[in-house]
């Protein structure tokens, strides 16, 4: 935690030349961050409100599409995170022997994949404006962002670990991912869902986060207590827990590369 703080500098900007490495010889450049989220938010409302005409009791089509992308916005940036942690270490080999420190490798992906969130979450607050009605909850948003980042973090230094003694983890990812999708209340309410496996969302990490943006846009409300802390101590406990079993494996992580 002290190198993030102490180097925070640093790890800035190491970010600022990802970015614009990643987008240099496009076409369309650094506008792919706010076309990028944009059209993914679009396909994904097309097909659950008007391809598969799902509906909420009590939402409109508007309200429920904007509570599918309350949820969407914060699964997008974490499935990007995730992808692009895993083969941080073997993508960056050579960093690892210079004085770059060693868990922003994986750190500087996940930011860099985090970084869709901004126009995401400016496109949901614009919905939340035109559709529905705001409250000033839209300004705890950033506070609910910051704890899935750092969680991201702390899960993305494990992955990348993973990723130099199983190269095949990148495709499980994708049907994780995949999964998901599927099991976070993200197209569908927790109140759909059968109470003999409703305990199961306690276990889905992301359930936390993609609940309280819900709660703060739509519902105009705190999320319930019990949420805020499971979702801030998860949060807490895999950030430094990942970050810890990384520098305990620089030894032989060094070895693999």
Known sequence: MSNFIARRSLLWRAVK?????QHAGTVLGLSWILLGPFLLLTLYAFIYAVVFEVRVPGLSRSEYILNVFSGLVLFLAFSQALTAATGALSKERKLMFS???????????????????????CFVIAGDVIFSSPSWHLLLLP???????????????LLSLLGLVMRDIGFLIQYIVIALLVVTPIAYTPDMIPPQIKPVLYINPLYYYVSANQHLILLNTLPPMVEIVLGITISLAMFFGGIWVFRRARIAMMDLL
Not at 17 to 21: D, G, N, R, Y
Not at 99 to 121: N, R, W
Not at 143 to 157: D, K, M, N, P, R
């Open 17 to 21: 030349v990802e970015i614009q490495s």
């Open 99 to 121: 004085s770059f420190p060693a868990e922003f490798i994986p750190a500087k992906a996940v930011i860099v994949s985090y970084i869709v969130l901004l126009p995401a979450t």
């Open 143 to 157: 506070v609910v962002a910051l704890f899935q980042l750092a969680f991201s973090i702390g899960l993305g230094c």
